[in-house]
């Protein structure tokens, strides 16, 4: 759960003075600006040593921009809280904390940021655990349970229904409240691949499900679906639409599979049964065994070894950058990704002079990020950093650099000099 004002003063000894100190810290900000609410976005814990006038004004713009709590240091421009900002920022409900000057504002702003780092992980383990067990489900028992399983990790209504609009499964069925009116929206939309409506006091989400399925998922829960539900919805779906697709000859079902598969893959998501590290590769005809799918007109094959054109080494969470280097390597005409990075023509110099000014940890970070084509959160999670980290170490190789990692030429530089520094 997000860290609240009042867990944080408990943890860092803070006196609560004043007002709501319940709601959860988004972010911490420390301003002495008269009037910093142009530069918040809502959910911050603003940090003040007084500088500015702290009145009745100054907190009710803070209310108004969505401030959750106001810590206030002492021991520097005052020796304690000033009974008027303790007053207003009671009758307003905006949480007051006392900071003492042994506690510095950057110890506050760094368990702010680690229960975030924290609450981030747990979500996305849990929402791993929760794609690999829909897999599972589908794999194990079908439509059915898939249905069941998804109910039970959103904690509410799951409906099947296929293309003319009939229940196939479900599971607490009367959770999911309005179904024609929301399919008739659908329908009348132009060709929505999802909706979502609130009614009856629930939420209700609708995801259409494949062109060979033909058929809509419904989902009813109590609060509306955040991104990780979304993401659990959407993988559902992609199981749904394969199971029911199963009435085709099994060769075929297990292709489609493997396809689907090799979707969750690409997209990040792990899948039982592969090997710690292997290669993407591209190739004309599948294997005898282990695992292979196709995607856009093309065999792909994860393995160790095999006879196609290869990526680099890549993990279950980094099979799209395998897949793009596999691509690219097939294009070029080479065997490899390898031997792709090998014919670049980029001089030793010039490599060694772009990247004298970042260290071994920065140039890595930045291969990572520039292989996602700074893309922010995958690059995080193959590195094994929050994005924040990410984010820093990224500003940091730009103030080495003397360059903004924005431009494209210069990531086309690094990109060519960090593969002649890896030969």
Known sequence: ?????????????????????????????GTELADPTPFLEGGELLLTTGLPAVDDDYVRRLVGAGVVGLGFGTGLGHDSVPPALVAAAGDAGLGLVEVPREVPFIAISKAVSKALAADEYAALTRTSEAQRALTRAAVRTGVAGVVRRLGRWV????????????????????????????????????????AAFETGGRHVFLQVLGS?????????????????????????????????ARNDAVDAAHRELRSGQLVLLLNGI??????????????????VSGFWAEHDGRIVVLAQDFDGVASSEVDVRSVARGYREARQAWKAGVRT???????????????RALLRPLDAETRETVRIWLAHHGSWD??????????????NRIRRAEQALGRSLGSPGLRAELWLALHREGQ
């Open 1 to 29: 759960m997000p860290i609240t004002l009042r867990d944080l003063a408990r943890t860092l000894a803070l006196p609560v003075l004043a007002g709501d100190v319940s709601r959860p810290v988004g972010w911490v900000h």
């Open 270 to 287: 792990p899948v039982e049964g592969l090997p710690e590290r292997f290669r993407v590769f591209l190739a004309d005809e599948p294997p």
């Open 155 to 194: 904690d509410g209504g799951v409906v099947l229904l296929d293309a003319a609009g009939l229940p196939v499964d479900e599971h607490n069925p009367r959770q999911v409240p309005g179904l024609s009116a929301g399919l008739a929206r659908l329908r009348t939309a132009g060709g929505l691949a999802s």
């Open 378 to 391: 995958p690059a995080a999670a193959e590195l094994g950093i929050h994005r924040h980290t990410l984010r």
């Open 337 to 351: 990704f390898e031997d792709l990075a090998g014919r670049l023509p980029v001089p030793e110099g010039f490599a």
């Open 212 to 244: 060979r399925a033909g058929g809509v998922l419904a989902v009813g829960t109590r609060d509306p679906l955040d991104a990780a539900g979304l993401s659990v919805v959407n993988t559902a779906a992609s199981l749904l639409t394969l199971a029911l």
